[in-house]
Structures are given as structure tokens and as C-alpha cells.
């Protein structure tokens, strides 16, 4: 071989291993900088020993994994970067274009993550009395909520003193790199460089457009424009519970899908069950919900691989790694999260006790049927061959049996690992049948499916384009130190979904700081 040929050779390699390096650094590093943030220094320094084991011993795992390089067919690569990083564009993420509803909490927390000091703690007399009488007999409280995602840029910010427009920038910047490795990821789990996986990436969703159309819905996504109330949106038809396709994901619920995407990437393409459950683990630090997901599909991993005998399948699973690691992240993310006070905001439990009428039942099997089914009706008797088939297709169909939550998230939440799963399933399918008839009855199902996130999309650019930006950015709080907004019932919500008086407890006892 040339020494022209070995070097580039070794450049490829360099590339390609550099952006696997990058994908675990985007899921380890936000946990790090948590643990130095709001916890105890020994704490933090356990845990960060813990983490950067794990990192290497995963880097190690995966570095042979990936055979497809960004290197060839750079032509590409350059448009699933710019097809990347147009999605993320309008998905209202840093304030470029219209932002979702959602963002009337994504954009105070965002700031308060950059400008106040870490762990973020709010003098309760420059509160309204609203929000001071929520917490009688406090004086300081605490900002609880799942948002290590945002922590690096945050963190990049607060250590330079930039401005809150480069803050957005950064983010936005963050999101499009975020996103751009988990298409390389999904490349090397098909092993192709396909637009058929880069439009999916982008556009998968249920059948929520065509059951809109039959109610002739459709037109409300432009008339009276913004919508009022989440329930218009069009994957709201049931108005029970709702699956989000992957554009609603990025648009509305970023920091917690973004991460569970890669985890899902990484945990299909990691050889080996030594660190798997130490890897999923890490999902707690970005979706509570979601991870419930997760350890359905790290045990289908173990159960399934069969070609160890049980002794070696025991020894392999019962590693320190995957001991050590989930029991850190149970306690420390587990204890921070039970701080809130779970008060019942809204009617929980099984979907035909809250919703007793009869057409309960029809509206959850049309919405299987549409949401999931039709899914696994396209691939055919071929679903069972993949590994994911039984975890992905009871999952999904028991997930909307129960409700939690004003806008139930736990169908919104728990399902996001699996339909993720389903995208892939689809996709590698896709590339796997054997006949011509069966590729395009799996294509067809993918673009029918593909008009959901169209109309998010859609909603999205006619915002930007039509609407006064005063208008569409959600500005109702600046920062979560002062809620006080025309609508004291969204102040009071607010405030007892995100905010926690500061008081002897498990955290602040053995885990968290009292202040910095």
C-alpha cells in the first residue's frame, strides 16, 4: 500500500473515530457537569471517575463498529448536514424562527441555566405571593427539572460572560452537531449512506395527518394562526393520548428526545452487554419517563443474545460497570427528581377509568392502528426477525393505556425510545426485503407517515414567515426568579412543576449543596 493510500486511510479513521468520540462526549459530558454543579464534591468526584471509565471502555466497544465513513461520498454527508441543519432552523430552538408552546419553559430555563449560579436557587421574597404561598414557610427555592442537556452551552456561556444572543447561537449550533451524529450513528446501524434513513430522521410519524384529513382538521394549522391551546395540534385528534413524530419531538421536547435518540443509536450498535445497562443508565439524566423505556430495551438485549451459555451471559451482565453506574444515576437524578412535589395536577391512572366512555375503546384501537400498527402490517412477517420486534410492538401498544400528567406525559414520553426504534426498524427493513412489492409498501407507509411532521414543519415556516417575531418567541418569562405573568394559573403551574423550596431532605442531606 501507497504511502498516499495509508495516510488517507488513517485520516478517515481519525475523522470517523473523532466523531465517535463526539457522540459519547455529548451524552457523558451534560451528566458531568451536573454532578459538579449540584453536587457534593465527593460526589462529583466519584462520579466523574465512574463516567469517564465508562466513556472509554464504550469508545473502546464502538470504535470498530462503525464502517460507514463521513470521508466517502462527501457530496452526502453535505446535504444531510444542510438538510440538519434547515429542520433544526425552524424548529424555534434558539429563537430563529416560531417557537412551539413549549418554549414558554424551554427559554426561562435555557437563561437561567447561563445567568444564575449553579445549583439554580431563587430568593422566594422577589417571588409574587402566588408563588410564595404555594411554598409556606420557605424562603429559598430550587429549579428541578430534567435540563442537562442544556448544560454545556450553558456552561460555555457562563464561563466566557457571552450574551444571550450568542447563547442562542451556541445552542442552535449545539442542536445541528447533536442531531448531524445521530444521522451518522443511524447510518452505521443500516450500514448505508441513505436519504431514504436522512427523510425519516426528519419526518417520521404516525398516520395523524390522514385521520385529520377525514375530519377535514388540516385547515386549522393556518386558520386563526398561532393555535391556542396544544389539543388543536393535529397528533391531539384523540385527545387521550398522542404519539409525537420526530419533527414535533425537536420542536417541543429537544432536551429530552435529542439524547434518547443517541443512546438508542449507541445502545444498537455496542457489541457486548459489559456496559450496556451502565450506558442506558444515562438516560435518567435527560427523561425520567423515557428511561422507563430504556430498561425495556437494554433487558431485551440481554435476554436476547443467546449464543453465550448462562454462566458467561450472567458474568457479562453483572459487571461492576453496569452495577455501579445505574445505582449512581438512580440515586442522584432519582433524588433531585422526587423533590417535586408530585400533587395530583390531574385525573391519573387507566385510560378507560379517566376516560369511561365507550368510545375510549375505539379511539385506542384506531390510534394503535394508525400510530403503530400500520407499522408492522408494512414490514410483515420479516418485523420478527428484528431484535427489538416484541419490546417495540407490546411496548407501544401498552404505553397509552395509562395516563399521566395534564398533557399525559406519559405516553408522550415513555414512547419516544421505542418509536424511535420503530423508525429504524422501518428503515432497515426496508433496505432488507427481498422483494420489490415489499420495498415500496414499506416506502409508501414511510412517506404517508412522513405528512405529520410536514404540517409541524409547515407550521413552523408560516409562523416565521407570517407572524411578528414579538409574537411567536415565548417571552411570558424571562426568568423563573419572578412568576409573575397575566395568568396566575399558569404562574401557579409553573411553579409547582418547576420550583422547590429549599429544605432539609435525602438530596440536600447526602447528595446536594446547600449554595455555591
Not at 423515557?290 to 458467561?312: C, H, P, Q, R, S
Amino acid at each position: 500500500m501507497s504511502r498516499e493510500a495509508v495516510g488517507e486511510t488513517t485520516k478517515a479513521i481519525n475523522i470517523d473515530r473523532a466523531l465517535i468520540f463526539s457522540a459519547l462526549l455529548f451524552i457523558i459530558f451534560p451528566v458531568i457537569c451536573f454532578l459538579w454543579g449540584w453536587t457534593k464534591p465527593i460526589i462529583a468526584v466519584c462520579g466523574t471517575i465512574c463516567l469517564m471509565f465508562l466513556f472509554i471502555r464504550t469508545y473502546q466497544s464502538l470504535k470498530d463498529e462503525f464502517t460507514v465513513s463521513i470521508t466517502e461520498d462527501r457530496k452526502f454527508w453535505c446535504i444531510a448536514l444542510a438538510s440538519i441543519s434547515i429542520w433544526c432552523l425552524f424548529s424555534g430552538i434558539g429563537g430563529f424562527s416560531y417557537q412551539a408552546i413549549d418554549f414558554m419553559a424551554r427559554n426561562p430555563i435555557f437563561r437561567d441555566l447561563c445567568s444564575q449560579s449553579w445549583p439554580i436557587r431563587f430568593d422566594l421574597a422577589e417571588q409574587p405571593e402566588l408563588i410564595r404561598n404555594l411554598f409556606p414557610g420557605a424562603t429559598t427555592c430550587d429549579l428541578v427539572y430534567y435540563y442537562a442537556w442544556w448544560l454545556p452551552v450553558a456552561g460555555l456561556v457562563k464561563v466566557f460572560h457571552l450574551s444571550h444572543d450568542v447563547a442562542d447561537a451556541l445552542l442552535l449550533v449545539y442542536t445541528v452537531l447533536y442531531v448531524f451524529l445521530i444521522f451518522y450513528c443511524l447510518s452505521n446501524i443500516i450500514k448505508k449512506k441513505s436519504y431514504v434513513m436522512l427523510s425519516a430522521l426528519i419526518f417520521f410519524g404516525g398516520f395523524d395527518f390522514w385521520v385529520s384529513v377525514l375530519e377535514g382538521f388540516p385547515s386549522l394549522m393556518t386558520k386563526d394562526f398561532p393555535l391556542p391551546m396544544i389539543p388543536l395540534d393535529i397528533e391531539w385528534w384523540a385527545n387521550r393520548f398522542s404519539y409525537s413524530s420526530n419533527t414535533a419531538q425537536l420542536f417541543n421536547v429537544f432536551n429530552s428526545s435529542l439524547p434518547i435518540w443517541m443512546l438508542v443509536c449507541l445502545l444498537i450498535l455496542l457489541p457486548g452487554n459489559r456496559i450496556r445497562a451502565a450506558l442506558g443508565s444515562l438516560a435518567f439524566a435527560y427523561s425520567p419517563f423515557g428511561t422507563v423505556a430504556m430498561v425495556f430495551i437494554v433487558l431485551t438485549d440481554f435476554i436476547g443474545k443467546k449464543n453465550n451459555k448462562f454462566g458467561e451471559r450472567i458474568k457479562e451482565i453483572f459487571t461492576p460497570e453496569n452495577l455501579i453506574i445505574p445505582i449512581m444515576m438512580l440515586v442522584v437524578f432519582g433524588g433531585f427528581y422526587l423533590r417535586v412535589n408530585f400533587g395530583k395536577t390531574s385525573t391519573d391512572g387507566l385510560i378507560f377509568k379517566v376516560y369511561p366512555e365507550k368510545r375510549t375503546f375505539t379511539l385506542f384501537i384506531i390510534f394503535l392502528l394508525v400510530e403503530v400498527w400500520v407499522y408492522f402490517f408494512a414490514i410483515g412477517k420479516r418485523a420478527r426477525e428484528c431484535k427489538f420486534y416484541w419490546v417495540t410492538l407490546i411496548g407501544l401498544s401498552l404505553i397509552p393505556l395509562w395516563k399521566v400528567g395534564t398533557a399525559n406525559d406519559w405516553s408522550l414520553k415513555v414512547s419516544v425510545p421505542l418509536l424511535f426504534l420503530l423508525m429504524i426498524m422501518m428503515v432497515d427493513s426496508y433496505y432488507r426485503a427481498k422483494q420489490k412489492k415489499q420495498r415500496y409498501i414499506i416506502l409508501a407507509v414511510l412517506i404517508m407517515g412522513f405528512m405529520t411532521s410536514a404540517m409541524e414543519f409547515k407550521r413552523n415556516i408560516h409562523g416565521t414567515l407570517n407572524i411578528p417575531e414579538a409574537e411567536y418567541i415565548h417571552s411570558e418569562y424571562n426568568t423563573f426568579k419572578y412568576l409573575g405573568s397575566d395568568s396566575e394559573d399558569r404562574d401557579s403551574f409553573f411553579g409547582g412543576q418547576y420550583l422547590v423550596p429549599e429544605k432539609e431532605g435525602f438530596w440536600l442531606k447526602y447528595i446536594g449543596v446547600l449554595s455555591r
